[in-house]
């Protein structure tokens, strides 16, 4: 994974809750066998209308998301990690993410950081009246900023270390292939295997 | 979930947790052991290509079972996969399953079905037990006192490199059910009912322990459509605590233990509940006795209403967001505020997938359907959540009693939940659907779903508008 330590870009205002991941990616988009090419899939059905805020060519180059709250919940599906960042989002800012968006995010090098409410109604109106506000978000001094405001983000102690380093988990992991060993061998015996029957 | 004290009372989540810590350490996320890994052809093809790429093994391939279920037909499965996209993807699977010698249960194979019905069936999931699958729904597996929750592909990845996964202890939660459910109410209502209670956040951090008379009276059909629900208000994982129900469903099953490991395992088994002094972070209650049919108007699964009510006006929404959630859900659904729920007519039913696809599903929609007929308006699709459920209920005669009524019978998998095969609803189609999302889009671009229980679904099948069995006796 790349290192992230801090991060300035322009920023789009996405003023929808409850933002699943199936509108952040249609199952049909699902198919594909790589990592990569699910940026013509992200928000697929929203892009339809030309009023949606992605259509509008003033956020084209944004690479922050600002949205509103349960933003990745329902499916587990990494694609919809792997559509934003195709499609150029490298920090995505809610009040409340789906558990295992944030868990993908962090795996797969998205930053999924917390703000409270009143930061992302800040930042909705900062950029919605200048669309070319320009927002940092400082992995190590845990905060966002603006030229004139500044706020805390909240990011869990492990992801903001593997990300600040860039950390690939499985390798920390396999760290502890002793312990892992060890942990083997004491499993009950009773414990069902896959292979016999 | 803080670690505790030796001889602190604890949680059943916090047992199953402290059992599978590999290494703890401050500040740190615990690695975690896990029994079992299910793996389908959608979020799987990628962590195998990391491998690859990473000259990784699989550590365990026998702790670790695939079957095809998200975007296979339901028709004509003797055949080639038509989309030849969706024939791509379970190919690799299926290469993948080879060169890394894992257990596949493919399209055709009596054991194939969605993975949260094949693994209990199989005997597979059991008490005590982590138990991950790149798929949102794995929750279902909890109904037997495991601790089972979905990842994405980079964890699908890590599970197959190294059988652990790096987790935060998360929160624990009690969800009390007290007193019974009353006839005609079923678990479906209930955390329908729940979910909406509590919104599509309530969950969120936690993992959630259903307990009380209304849990125990369930059956493991019953208890594994309420845990399979628990990701649909957020929660990282529902339980329950096994018990006879749970021993009586496991007893004989193709890899349930036998001889002396069943005595041993069952004594283990008898540890996992919660110490009766234990602190949840959070408790919830709800009275069983109070709850009837439930069906949902809006985009998400915490927008619902009893069956009897009417769909909700924006203005009486406690806050602006949920305001505005609702003015937009009523407008992709169609629907004006105050219209009775029963006067909702739909085009299509789906009974089937992994919240409602099981035999006790089939069996409580084959009654309601019994000599009767879906209505001329109306397309019904029934489709079993495996291929062993699918036999079982050709043995009782359920596929004639649905293809007699008019229904489509069809083989297993995902289908119409999600839609990544053909069966889905056209742009402006309403669908009652069992299954468990409500999404925009969902079952079909521009398609409107309205979940429901088997028991609802198979009485809208007939009059043709949202429906309970009652409404068919007068």
């Given amino acids: 994974m790349e290192k992230f330590t801090v991060h300035t870009g322009t920023a789009v205002p996405l003023r929808r809750g409850n933002v699943d991941t199936d509108q952040i990616i249609p199952s049909v988009y699902l198919k594909r066998i790589t990592r990569t090419g699910f940026a013509d899939g992200l928000f697929a059905d929203w892009r339809g209308d030309p009023g949606f805020v992605l259509n509008q060519p003033v956020y084209g180059a944004a690479s922050v998301l600002v949205a509103g709250p349960d933003f990745g919940t329902g499916s587990s599906r990494e694609h919809a990690v792997w559509a934003l960042l195709d499609y150029g989002f490298r920090v995505v800012l809610s009040p409340r993410f789906g558990d295992i968006f944030r868990g993908n995010s962090g795996k797969a090098g998205l930053l999924a950081a917390v703000v409270d409410q009143p930061t ?4 909705w109106s900062m950029i919605e009246s200048d669309p070319s506000t320009e927002v940092t978000i400082d992995l190590v001094g845990k905060e966002i900023r603006t030229r004139d405001y500044a706020a805390a983000i909240e990011v869990d102690d492990y992801t903001r270390w593997r990300f600040v380093e860039g950390l690939d988990d499985i390798a920390v992991s396999l760290n502890y292939a002793d312990e892992i060993d060890a942990y083997e061998a004491g499993r009950r015996s009773f414990k069902p295997t896959t292979l016999s029957g | 979930m803080p670690s505790k004290i030796s001889g602190m009372p604890t949680t059943l989540a916090e047992k199953v947790w402290a059992d599978h810590v590999v290494r703890s350490a401050e500040n740190e996320p615990d690695l975690l052991y896990i029994d079992l890994h299910l793996v389908h052809e959608v979020t799987s093809p990628q962590a195998f290509e990391g491998l690859r790429l990473a000259g990784r093994m699989v550590r365990r391939p026998d702790l670790t079972i695939a079957t095809e279920d998200h975007n296979i037909p339901t028709v004509d499965i003797d055949k080639p996969i038509a989309d030849p996209v969706s024939r791509a993807q379970v190919e690799a699977l299926r290469a993948n399953c080879a060169e890394f010698g894992i257990r596949l249960h493919s399209l055709g194979d009596v054991e194939q079905g969605i993975v949260h019905v094949v693994g209990p069936q199989l005997g597979l999931t059991q008490p005590g037990m982590t138990v991950v699958c790149g798929d949102s729904h794995t929750s279902t597996h909890g109904a037997f006192g495991a601790l089972a929750f979905g990842i ?5 990845e890590h599970v197959l490199a190294t059988q652990t996964l790096m987790q935060t202890s998360p929160k624990t939660m009690a969800v009390t059910v007290g007193g019974r459910l009353p006839p005609g109410v079923t678990a479906k209502d209930l955390v329908l009912s729940l979910i909406t209670q509590e919104g599509t956040g309530g969950g969120q951090g936690y993992v959630v322990e259903y307990r009380g008379e209304a849990i125990e009276a369930l059956s493991m059909e ?7 629900m628990s990701i649909e208000w957020g929660a990282k994982a529902g339980l329950i605590a096994p018990d006879a129900t749970t021993l009586d469903y496991l007893r004989g099953r193709p890899h349930a233990p036998a001889g002396d490991n069943w005595d041993a ?23 069983a006795t109070t709850l009837t049919p439930f069906v949902t108007w809006g985009t998400n699964p915490g927008q619902g209403v009893p069956l009897g009510g009417v769909v909700p006006s924006p203005a009486d929404m406690p806050d602006e967001a949920r305001r505005h959630a609702a003015e937009r859900a009523l407008d992709y659904m169609a629907l004006t505020a105050g219209t009775p729920m029963r006067d909702i007519a739909v085009d299509t039913v789906f009974i089937g997938s992994c919240t409602n696809g099981r035999i006790e ?3 409580a929609a084959a009654k309601v359907m019994a000599g009767r007929k879906v209505a001329e308006t109306v397309r019904m699709l029934v489709v079993p959540g495996s291929a062993r459920v699918r036999l079982q209920a050709e043995e009782e005669g359920l596929d004639v009693v649905f293809k007699e009524s008019g229904a489509e019978w069809r083989g297993a998998g995902c289908s119409m939940c999600l839609g990544m095969n053909p069966d889905q609803l056209a742009p402006g189609e309403r669908s009652a659907s069992t299954s468990n999302r409500n999404f925009e889009g969902r079952q079909g671009k521009g398609g409107r779903t309205h979940l429901v229980s088997p028991l609802v679904a198979a009485a809208t099948a007939v009059t043709g508008r949202l429906s309970a069995p009652t409404d068919l006796m007068v």
């Fill in chain 1, 120 to 123: 992302i109604e800040a930042l």
């Fill in chain 2, 265 to 287: 395992a069952v004594a283990y088994w008898r540890t996992l509940v919660s110490d009766p002094d234990a602190v949840f972070d959070k408790e919830v209650v709800v009275d």
């Fill in chain 2, 222 to 228: 019953a208890r594994m459509t309420i845990c399979n």
């Fill in chain 2, 152 to 156: 994405g592909t980079s964890e699908v």
């Fill in chain 2, 361 to 363: 599903d089939l069996r």
